[in-house]
């Protein structure tokens, strides 16, 4: 099993990144995948999750401003993060999990990718 981000990157606060989640060795359409940051010294927390149904969550802080999807047949999770802030600055990290996407802990999900970098600049 392989989960690989891309698209990360440095942008000014207000611009638009979107970050991808390659993945492979799994039925992807069968999935809860969820978007993760992390920043040093501090908790992984959720951004976003969308299950095998297409339903999406969104934590409080990012609600309106990011748009989490998913193309099955590419096997794909997207994460559209508009106006961006400098606190959201992190590693953004894609996860799998072969369950519900609901009241899930980071150590539910049973497959991580490597990160991406996302940089807000003030």
């Known amino acids: 099993v392989q989960l690989m981000e891309s698209g990360g990157g440095s942008v000014h606060a207000g611009g638009s990144l979107r970050v991808s989640c390659a993945a492979s060795?799994?039925?992807?359409?069968?999935?809860?995948m969820a978007w993760f940051r992390q920043v040093p010294g501090k908790e992984r927390e959720a951004v976003a999750s969308?299950?095998?149904?297409?339903?999406?969550t969104y934590a409080a802080s990012v609600k309106g401003r990011f748009t989490i999807s998913k193309d099955n047949a590419k096997s794909t999770l997207y994460l559209q993060m508009n106006n961006l802030k400098p606190e959201d600055t992190a590693m953004y990290y894609c996860?799998?999990?072969?369950?519900?996407?609901?009241?899930?802990?980071?150590?539910?999900?049973?497959?991580w990718g490597q990160g991406t970098q996302v940089t807000v600049s003030s």
């Open positions: 996860a799998a999990r072969a369950g519900a996407c609901a009241n899930y802990r980071p150590s539910d999900f049973n497959y």
């Open positions: 060795g799994i039925t992807f359409s069968d999935y809860c």
């Open positions: 969308i299950s095998k149904y297409g339903i999406t």
